[in-house]
T-cell receptor, first 114, second 111 residues
Framework: DAGVTQSPTHLIKTRGQQVTLRCSPKSGHDTVSWYQQALGQGPQFIFQYYEEEERQRGNFPDRFSGHQFPNYSSELNVNALLLGDSALYLC?????????????FGPGTRLLVL | GQNIDQPTEMTATEGAIVQINCTYQTSGFNGLFWYQQHAGEAPTFLSYNVLDGLEEKGRFSSFLSRSKGYSYLLLKELQMKDSASYLCAVSPPGGGNKLTFGTGTQLKVEL
């Protein structure tokens, strides 16, 4: 049973660039959430996708956008990168219908903005 | 809004018991998660409490008091591999993915 996978594992960008991060949920899961985790902090909720639509959003600017595909995989896009966007980006998935509350996290993508 | 507090760091001895506390003040609450996170890795699920009381799962137990806005994670028979960050997270009313995390408690297990 494949867990949550993310790509790439590491990424280096410069200020002003754009980045796309990818996530494949755990097998059978239909809901994907994205979190940003700065060093020494807990993860911060960015947004959640279900049925290919953004359902909930945290306190992040419009530079952060996403997408969910029919196979439930998801992308996180960040435009006009800032130094402060350097962080570990985590994807989490769960099954909405009868699957309970537990979210499973992927290994993350570590983004460094120079 | 949500406010979650947990100690920044704790140190304990191999074989001992340690209790990591978490207090929360939230505008709404459904349940409380505990996750373990080793350096450079993703958080891994430990427990989820919705009802008051203690839930035991092997060496790890988690307690919740909804009226006091308080939870703790109890780790018994500590092992060196338990050295990690322990994250407390609150889920909103109705459940859902929008977890609010504390900053984590960095536990160091020493010989």
């Amino acid at each position: 049973d494949a867990g949550v996978t993310q790509s790439p594992t590491h990424l280096i960008k410069t200020r002003g660039q754009q980045v796309t991060l990818r996530c494949s949920p755990k097998s059978g899961h239909d809901t994907v959430s994205w979190y940003q985790q700065a060093l020494g902090q807990g993860p911060q909720f960015i947004f959640q996708y279900y049925e290919e639509e953004e359902r909930q959003r945290g306190n992040f600017p419009d530079r952060f956008s996403g997408h969910q595909f029919p196979n439930y995989s998801s992308e996180l896009n960040v435009n006009a990168l800032l130094l402060g966007d350097s962080a570990l980006y985590l994807c989490a998935s769960r099954l909405v219908a009868g699957g309970g509350e537990t979210q499973y996290f992927g290994p993350g993508t570590r983004l460094l903005v120079l | 809004g949500q406010n979650i507090d947990q100690p920044t760091e704790m140190t304990a001895t191999e074989g001992a018991i340690v209790q990591i506390n978490c207090t929360y003040q939230t505008s709404g609450f459904n349940g409380l998660f505990w996750y373990q996170q080793h350096a450079g890795e993703a958080p891994t699920f430990l427990s989820y409490n919705v009802l008051d009381g203690l839930e035991e799962k092997g060496r790890f137990s988690s307690f919740l008091s909804r009226s006091k806005g308080y939870s703790y994670l109890l780790l018994k028979e500590l092992q060196m591999k338990d050295s990690a960050s322990y994250l407390c997270a609150v889920s909103p009313p109705g459940g859902g993915n929008k977890l609010t995390f504390g900053t984590g408690t960095q536990l160091k297990v020493e010989l």
